[in-house]
């Protein structure tokens, strides 16, 4: 019913900085919530950051001040700048949405992208 896609994944440098984008698709009344989590090879997915209507952002600990969450809602995007990133940052990042599918849902459920690959290199 909704489709997620992500862009912008690829091999950086320390230091330097990438931007992905995730697009929500489908039968959407609205989004609650939008975000991104990550796994890292042989790492349990973490957490790293989302925004919410109701909610505002919110990040881990170890990507404050480095990343930023923002929204199209608009053209239901969600965007993970990261800045000065490290090589602790190389993961598969997936991006999710909370959505409603029609006026008076009383749920939402989570949808996940398939995920984008970020490697940063020393």
């Known amino acids: 019913q909704v489709q997620l896609v992500e862009f912008g994944g690829g091999s950086v440098q320390a230091g330097g900085s990438l931007t992905l984008s995730c697009a929500a698709s489908g039968v959407i009344f609205s989004i609650n919530a939008m975000g991104w989590y990550r796994q890292a090879q042989g790492s349990q997915r973490e957490f790293v950051g989302m925004?919410?209507?109701?909610?505002?952002?919110n990040y881990r600990d170890s990507v404050k001040g480095r990343f930023t969450v923002s929204r199209d809602n608009a053209k239901n995007t969600v965007y993970l700048q990261m800045n000065s990133l490290k090589p602790e940052d190389s993961a598969v990042y997936s991006c999710?949405?909370?959505?409603?599918?029609?006026?008076?849902?009383?749920?939402?459920?989570?949808?996940w992208g398939q995920g984008t690959q970020v490697t940063v290199a020393s």
């Open positions: 999710y949405a909370d959505v409603r599918s029609y006026s008076g849902d009383p749920y939402f459920r989570r949808y």
């Open positions: 925004t919410s209507t109701d909610l505002g952002t």
